[in-house]
């Protein structure tokens, strides 16, 4: 599968919202205030979608940190939501719901197990449909109306074997989903499950075998695979998986697209343990 061009660093500064418009974006790169695998950004810079975008200080353009981790998703796989109709399942206090709606969603439904969780803005917000205690596997949601045709996943204790076919009848058998893949969740391993731990040789076979399980499942296609820019609880290295529902034909061969996203991860680890 051919990778996304390079874009300019202003418009990806505006996509990720760590700006309003490209005229701010433009101050801000001349200002100095905009790193690029933390070197200064340069006027007119064309990167990569991998590449580490930042603005100096840390300012967070999201509510939440998963924010963070779904806008690079977005920018990687080059997936839109403005103007659709959405569905974040383990919404928690809303990090994907809040950049879903920055970049231009309709309307959200937040979906958790969890109670009180979703941040008051949101709770507040009427483009926000709030599902709390609600399971994903509930029947409610298999009658949404207006249906959702782009959805998120960020869950925990339940494989993507089983959550990619439930989104799959929730969303009609048609749209997009951004999943977070949890190596925790995905691995058969009882050890590494209680120690936390994850030998950094089982990653590429992991999203080989999820990818090819879901691949597999009628009407699904997972088009691409990177690394979530943001680790999880503990520092723990997430994946993205990039789903199609409806699409025909056989999917695009991610050999390339996880080897380049196992590699980023196995060198994040690695800075951790050389600080």
Known sequence: MSK?????????LVSL????????????????????????????MQIRPDDALRLKGGQQPYLAKGGLKLAG?????????EGLVCLDAGASTGGFTDCLL???????YAVDVGFGQLLGSLRQNPKVVNLERTNLSAPELLSLDPR????TCDLSYLSLREAV???QQIMGGQGTLLCLVKPLFEVDDAQARRTGQIDEGAYAPMLRDLAAYLNGLPG???????????TGHAGTVEFFFYVLFGASGAGP?????????VAAAVMIQTEKTDV
Do not use: W
Not at 4 to 12: D, E, G, M, R, S
Not at 102 to 108: D, E, F, I, S, W
């Open 4 to 12: 996304p061009a390079k874009q300019p660093v202003t418009h990806c």
């Open 17 to 44: 919202g760590l700006a309003e418009d490209v005229k701010q974006a433009s101050a801000l790169v001349m200002a100095g205030k905009v790193l690029v695998n933390d070197q200064p950004a340069r006027p007119g």
């Open 73 to 81: 998703a977005l920018q990687a796989f080059q997936a839109d939501p």
């Open 102 to 108: 920055k970049h231009g969603a309709r309307l959200v």
């Open 148 to 151: 959702p045709a782009f959805a």
């Open 165 to 167: 076919p439930i989104y």
């Open 220 to 230: 699904v296609r997972v088009m691409d695979v990177c690394l979530s820019p943001v």
């Open 253 to 261: 061969d991610l050999d390339e697209a996880i080897a380049k996203s």
